[in-house]
């Protein structure tokens, strides 16, 4: 597929509380690795030049260590990185981070549970980023139940809300019965969950249901699937393949495809390092799969 003249508009648009995105973002953990800052502001910077006004981040994303778990040299944070790369920002960009998790280089990963520890993490955004709203915030939750209900911690976060810190807030790693356990509290403008093609499809009534709820549905690892942090296979399975094949475009395009075919509250924030691939999956906002093609990739 050509990518000259192709911008993240080509995927089309969502409102994002009250904010209009470009269904194709970015996500900024990938960026992270490479000890050159240089590419990195300049990758972010080529993102916002195609188009890209929604990117994704969070103050563990940093390298060394952090979720990547590689690189050396002085600590890289994204969030430091985008506002390097992009300060004073563009009105209509949006920059959705994460909380209920932090990382830190002697403890490791951390949670946030309380309220002070849940402000701590989003003044350390704000600080990291330069700003003094964030746009979007996703209250990442571990796997399991959790020591502190999800109430009790949302309810923190909407008490930032309400102070003027957080414009909007969202849910993350989140099942489709928590979304009624905070019901009321606040709303939740987007769910931030691991589903792809070929990964955590038992959530595609889910992904329907926040469709009907006017909710966002932003899939991370949508390329990596199960491979998470260890990036995108090379095996990415014969009907992917097939579909790439008769299209003249790569395998992890097709994906990304499929990903904003699944409804147009579903919003993708693929993550590269590499420019090729930064268009090249902008470029996948303007591939149209037949119905055909979409039954065979179910």
Known sequence: ?????????????????????????????????????????????????????????????????????VGTGPA??????????????????????????GYDPEAGFTEAL?????????????????????DMVNLRLGRGPGVVPLAERFGALADLRAAGLI?????????????????????????QNNYG???YREQDAFVRACGERGIAYVPFFALAGTGREAGASTAQGEAVEAVARAHGVTAHQVRLAWTLHQGPHVLAIPGTADPTHLEQNIAAGALTLTPEELKNLA
């Open 1 to 69: 597929m050509p990518t000259d003249e192709i911008t993240a508009a080509a995927a089309g648009t969502w409102t994002l509380g009250d904010r209009t995105v470009h269904r194709m973002g970015f996500g900024s953990m990938r960026i992270t690795a490479n000890p050159d800052r240089d590419r990195a502001v300049a990758l972010l910077r080529r993102a916002v030049e195609l188009g890209v006004n929604h990117i994704d981040t969070a103050a563990f994303y940093v390298s060394p260590g952090g979720t990547l778990r």
């Open 76 to 101: 890289r944070y994204a969030t430091e990185l985008i506002r390097a790369a992009l300060a004073p920002y563009p009105q209509d960009l949006v920059i959705a981070t994460k909380v209920g998790f």
């Open 114 to 134: 309380t309220p002070a520890q849940l402000r701590d993490q989003v003044e350390e955004n704000l600080r990291r980023l330069g700003r003094d709203q964030l």
């Open 167 to 191: 414009r909007h807030l969202g849910l993350s790693n989140v099942r489709p019965e928590q979304l009624d356990d905070v019901a009321g509290i606040a709303p939740v403008v987007c769910v």
């Open 197 to 199: 093609v070929d990964a």
